[in-house]
């Protein structure tokens, strides 16, 4: 077989896209991308995905980011943040009404603050996880330390961000997991 005809795993497939590995999953599962799959784990052929990478990318949309905070100010800062490097947002102030948005449409990731009244970032992912256990969060706080976050962290994957975000480090954490939003939607001078 020619090195043009291998047949790459996930994360081959991640890392020839420049896209994380959870990103590669769920086009696979939503037939977004060409693949098949041998046994629990999806396969992609090299010679393939360099095709269709020319024909349309790996994302002809920008990624949805569901953003979860009980204080409206943070929530719109980033919010626009979001949307300002290219992606899609999302916003809910608690964490009931996020889990009603993912039952309807289910984000690339979700941001999440982790103290909330009602529902914390916790419980939240404690009921998150029964139906989506891979979906990738990344844990927004002011409080990185505390034993929410701990107890959070027990749900991979979780990533974490501290308050106040940083509209660069913001950059790296979206791009790491979503990948490069598609040119159209980056505002050029963006910082």
Do not use: C
């Amino acid at each position: 077989m020619a090195s043009d005809d291998a047949v790459l795993n996930t994360r081959q497939t991640a890392a020839f896209l420049g896209v994380h590995v959870e990103t590669v999953r769920r086009l696979a599962r939503r037939a977004e991308i060409p693949s098949f799959k041998v046994g629990t784990d999806w396969r992609f052929s090299k010679e393939t995905l360099r095709r269709w990478f020319e024909e349309q990318g790996p994302r002809t949309r920008p990624g949805t980011v569901l953003v979860v905070d009980d204080d409206p100010p943070v929530l719109r800062s980033i919010s626009r943040m979001v949307e300002r490097l290219g992606y899609r947002a999302q916003s809910a102030t608690k964490g009931g009404e996020a889990l009603g948005l993912v039952s309807h449409s289910v984000p690339d990731l979700i941001l999440l603050d982790m103290v909330m009244p009602g529902m914390n970032g916790a419980e939240f992912l404690d009921e998150l996880r029964l139906a989506h256990p891979d979906l990738p969060v990344v844990i927004v706080t002011g409080y990185p330390d505390s034993s929410l976050v701990h107890r959070a962290a027990q749900h991979a994957p979780v990533m974490l961000l501290t308050k106040p975000v940083d509209l660069a480090q913001l950059e790296r954490t979206l791009r790491t997991v979503l990948g490069n939003p598609p040119r159209s939607g980056r505002t050029e001078g963006t910082e």
